[in-house]
């Protein structure tokens, strides 16, 4: 086993992300605590709750979350309601109700300062065209920023900046982590690098295709270029559902429980199997 800070990476990938609960449940219970949480859009939010309390016991504080009826109003608008926002603005969805979550969930006033773990999130700048990492300062306007979706959710401006999701940027950070001197990573993704791709054949697959593209690209060539002394698992999610690649994915929360459910147990094999043997 590598010696060194242990970093819990969690990637985007909106309601994909409730495998990330299992995976983290399945890390507390095999003995693993994280020195440094890093998160991007979904994974932001459930790292920023893993940041302030690292035990197991958040793991059941994110299964009610994600169960809540307040989860499910983040995209819960009427076909209707969307589309007149959007014929209005550049967005189907209020932030109101994730904002309202994460007040709730983190507290309104809390900082990074704050936390009990280390917690970095990640935001893509607009005006920069770059990548941006929150590090301090208020907690829930950076990660409210790190999961405003383009085209769901409006940019969050900050300072003056206006900000979008970090998967735009970096949807699964692992080089953040090794930047920060992590030695033994635990990279929590959402299933869309374990499936193969394959080309368009609707309109709405050319945008999917083409971001998968982008981001699997970046997270081979940061997994081939890790230093030597850094060792890192990519945990497994279980497998997925058919209605994952639909456009409306992103608004069934239904099921939660069983993504949850899959990743713990797959997880958990992979760590019994693979982590404590080396």
Avoid at 62 to 85: F, K
Avoid at 87 to 94: D, I, M, N, Q, V
Avoid at 100 to 114: A, D, H, I, P, V
Wanted: with cysteine; charged share 25%.
């Amino acid at each position: 086993m590598v010696n060194g800070p242990v970093a819990f990476v969690l990637g985007g990938g909106g309601v994909l992300g409730a495998v990330e609960v299992g995976m983290l449940r399945a890390l507390f219970r095999a003995g693993f605590t994280p020195d440094l949480v890093v998160g991007t859009s979904i994974g932001a939010v459930n790292g920023a709750l893993v940041a302030a309390d690292p035990v197991e016991a958040v793991t059941d504080r994110l299964v009610r979350l994600w169960a809540s009826p307040e989860a499910g109003e983040v995209y819960g608008d009427s076909l209707a309601r969307q589309l007149r926002r959007f014929a209005a603005r550049t967005h189907l969805h209020s932030p109101t109700p994730l904002r309202r979550l994460l007040e709730r969930e983190l507290g309104e006033q809390t900082t990074f300062e704050e936390l009990r773990v280390p917690f970095r999130c990640c935001a893509a700048s607009i005006e920069r065209a770059a990548e941006h990492w929150f590090t301090k300062g208020p907690l829930v306007r950076a990660v409210l920023a790190s999961a405003s979706v383009p085209g769901l959710l409006p940019p969050s401006e900050i300072d003056g900046e206006h900000y979008v999701d970090g998967g735009i940027v970096n949807s699964i950070p692992v080089d953040e982590a090794v930047r920060c001197g992590a030695k033994l990573i635990f990279v929590l993704q959402v299933g869309r690098i374990e499936r193969p791709l394959s080309p368009p054949r609707r309109p709405w697959e050319v945008a999917q295709v083409a971001f998968e593209i982008a981001r699997r690209h970046r997270f081979a060539r940061e997994m081939a270029s890790l230093p030597d002394d850094v060792s890192v698992h990519v945990l497994p999610t279980g497998g997925g559902e058919p209605r994952d690649d639909s456009p409306w994915a992103y608004r069934d929360m239904a099921a939660a429980g069983r993504r949850i459910s899959r990743a713990y147990t797959a997880s958990r094999r992979y760590l019994d199997a693979q982590v404590r043997t080396e």
